[in-house]
C-alpha cells in the first residue's frame, strides 16, 4: 500500500495470490525427454584443406532469431532459419548410438536428415555473431589486422540414431497430366539439347549459395 498526495493508493500484485489453482504433476520417472529423436537437416559438401587432403563439410538447418552485426553491437532483425556449421564429437556415433543407426561417422553422411537424441544435440539459440577471444579476454586478429569473427555452430555430442539420405521426389517427376511443358531446342545436326540466355541465367541464380537464408 503506497500512499501519494494524501490520498491511499493499493498496488495490486500478480506475483502473490491465495487463489486456489488446479496444477497436475507429471509422472517425472516416466518422462525422458533426452531420449526423444530428433530431426536435423543437413547438407553435406566437400571441402579441401589448405594441403589438399579432402573432408567432409556438413553445414544444418536451424529456425532462429537472427541478428545483424557483431557481439554487442549485433541488433536483432528477424526470425529465420540459417544454413549453419555441424561439428561432431569424437564420441558422437558410438556414445548412446541407436540399435538400428546406418552411419558409423562423418564420411557415411550426405545431405538429408540426421537423427539424433535430443540430450546429444546442441544448438544455439540465437544467430549472432562474435569476436573471438583467447584466454585473457582479448580478441583475436588475422594476420591483415581484421579481428577474427566466431560463428554460431551445431554440435553433435552424442546419441546418433541414423540418416536418411535426401532423394528426388516424386511430385517433381509426375508430368503426364500438366499441360505447360515447355520443349527444349535441339540442334538438328547433333542432337544436342540448347537453352537459350535466359534459361542458362535462371539455372546460375538457382544455384545455392554457400550460406543460406530464409526468411520466415
Not at 573432408?55 to 554487442?72: A, H, N, Q, R, T
Not at 564420411?107 to 539459440?125: C, E, H, M, W
Request: charged fraction near 35%; proline fraction near 3%; glycine fraction near 6%.
Amino acid at each position: 500500500m503506497a500512499q501519494k498526495n494524501n490520498e491511499v493508493v493499493v498496488a495490486k500484485s500478480n506475483v502473490l495470490s491465495v487463489t486456489s489453482t488446479n496444477v497436475e504433476l507429471p509422472n517425472f520417472k516416466e518422462i525422458d525427454l533426452g531420449n526423444e529423436p530428433r530431426r536435423l537437416k543437413i547438407k553435406v559438401t566437400n571441402g579441401k584443406k589448405a594441403d589438399g587432403t579432402k573432408f567432409k563439410k556438413v553445414s544444418g538447418y536451424v529456425k532462429l532469431p537472427i541478428y545483424e552485426g557483431v557481439g554487442e553491437d549485433a541488433v536483432y532483425v528477424r526470425d529465420g532459419i540459417k544454413r549453419i556449421s555441424v561439428h561432431f564429437k569424437q564420441v558422437a556415433f558410438k556414445e548412446d548410438r541407436g540399435e538400428t543407426c546406418n552411419v558409423s561417422d562423418i564420411n557415411d553422411l550426405q545431405t538429408g536428415y540426421l537423427f539424433v537424441k535430443a540430450k546429444g544435440l546442441r544448438i544455439p539459440s540465437i544467430y549472432k555473431l562474435q569476436y573471438e577471444t583467447d584466454d585473457k579476454g582479448e580478441i583475436k586478429y588475422n594476420e591483415d589486422g581484421e579481428a577474427k569473427i566466431k560463428y554460431p555452430e551445431i554440435w553433435v555430442e552424442r546419441g546418433v540414431l541414423g540418416f536418411l539420405a535426401a532423394v528426388t521426389s516424386q511430385a517433381s517427376l509426375d508430368v503426364d497430366s500438366d499441360d505447360k511443358t515447355v520443349d527444349a531446342t535441339v540442334d538438328e545436326e547433333t542432337g544436342e539439347i540448347l537453352c537459350d540466355e535466359s534459361e542458362a541465367v535462371a539455372d546460375l541464380e538457382s544455384e545455392e549459395p554457400e550460406t543460406e537464408e530464409t526468411t520466415i
